[in-house]
């Protein structure tokens, strides 16, 4: 059964970055696709940034294309979003999720993962 654990979170200024990590457990992370969500207060989760098993080419929410980048290091197991740029808006839980699919895309779809985190608050304040 695979297990996410992220980590990283905390607060940061606006205009400062701050990287997340997605560890994962009990299976390889090479074989699942890994997606990044937030929630804010008051709204919906939404999908940020996603990376294929295949690691072809992340895909990422319009509003934070240049801003987020998503990696993957196979060899420790885990997942990264790095923010840069940040700005209050960007003040959410940040989750990661993970499907098993061996695929060379990704979606950012709620509905395509099966296994989630527990999620890490950021918070952009000054």
């Known amino acids: 059964q695979l297990q996410l654990v992220e980590s990283g979170g905390g607060l940061v200024q606006p205009g400062g970055s701050l990287g997340l990590s997605c560890a994962a457990s009990?299976?390889?992370?090479?074989?699942?696709?890994i997606g990044w969500f937030r929630q804010a207060p008051g709204k919906e989760r939404e999908g940020v940034s996603c990376i294929s098993s295949l690691d072809v080419s992340p895909n990422h929410l319009d509003s934070v294309k240049g801003q987020f980048t998503t990696s993957k290091d196979n060899a420790k197991n885990t997942v990264y979003l790095q923010m840069n740029s940040m700005e209050p808006n960007d003040t959410a839980i940040y989750y990661c999720a993970a499907k098993s699919k061996l695929s060379r895309d990704c979606m950012l779809s709620i509905s395509d993962y099966d296994y989630w985190g527990q999620g890490t608050q950021v918070t952009v304040s000054s």
């Open positions: 009990g299976a390889f992370v090479n074989y699942y696709t």
